[in-house]
């Protein structure tokens, strides 16, 4: 299957610093990739959707100016946590939909990435 | 709207005991369906898929998935529940919304095993 990696696994941070976060696809190109948010015991709830060349598409609620995406590559997808307090801590989780070759079918499966756990002190 | 729905916040099985995991959906098409287990401060693992044919489907591990279209529920069922199956389990549908696809989760299953 295709491999989403994302680095660093997990990162400290000062209160008021920014923090970025990568989410690489390793064997596949993907056009769309999407950041989630995971609280301790909770679902992953989706922040936004990051488009190659294009902005991203935020989810209700969800601060773009806070969370800023950047897909400038087919293989990259970065979400930075600019000015991060301690409410940002979290687990951040990437994927990437690997839509194939031309006329593939699609089975609509993202791949996930290991997450990143921020804490911010 | 779509949403997913895990009634069972959590789940406790005796080792070797069989297992469902209950899921419902609401989407207003056929949706994509899947199955993902997450063991603590780890990413997610994919167990099962559905998104046409039979509508039973075999994952991995010894987990089977069943789509019942009627009932807009995709449950998970294992016969014979291991220690290591201990983990969280998430339902989710995607779902192709204004041009746009979405992956939406369920709020997961905590899954405990007895010895």
């Known amino acids: 299957g295709a491999v989403v990696s994302q680095h660093p696994s997990w990162v400290i941070c000062k209160s008021g610093t920014s923090v970025k976060i990568e989410c690489r696809s390793l064997?596949?190109?993907?056009?769309?990739m999407f950041w989630y948010r995971q609280f301790p015991k909770q679902s992953l709830m989706l922040m936004a959707t990051s488009n190659e060349g294009s902005k991203a598409t935020y989810e209700q609620g969800v601060e773009k100016d806070k969370f800023l995406i950047n897909h400038a590559s087919l293989t990259l997808s970065t979400l930075t946590v600019t000015s991060a307090h301690p409410e940002d801590s979290s687990f951040y989780i990437c994927s990437a939909r690997d839509l194939g070759p031309a006329g593939s079918f699609d089975t609509g499966e993202l791949f996930f990435g290991e997450g990143s756990r921020l804490t911010v002190l | 709207a779509q949403s997913v729905t895990q009634p069972d916040i959590h789940i406790t099985v005796s080792e070797g005991a069989s297992l469902e995991l209950r899921c419902n959906y609401s989407y207003g098409a056929t949706p994509y369906l899947f199955w993902y287990v997450q063991s603590p401060g780890q990413g997610l693992q994919l167990l099962l898929k559905y998104f046409s044919g039979d509508t039973l489907v075999q994952g991995i591990k010894g987990f089977e998935a069943e789509f019942k279209r009627s009932q807009s529920s995709f449950n998970l069922r294992k016969p014979s529940v291991h220690w290591s199956d201990a983990a969280e389990y998430f339902c989710a549908v995607g779902a192709h919304l204004m041009s746009s696809y979405k992956l939406i989760f369920g709020s997961g299953t905590r899954l405990l095993v007895r010895p």
């Open positions: 064997d596949f190109q993907a056009t769309t």
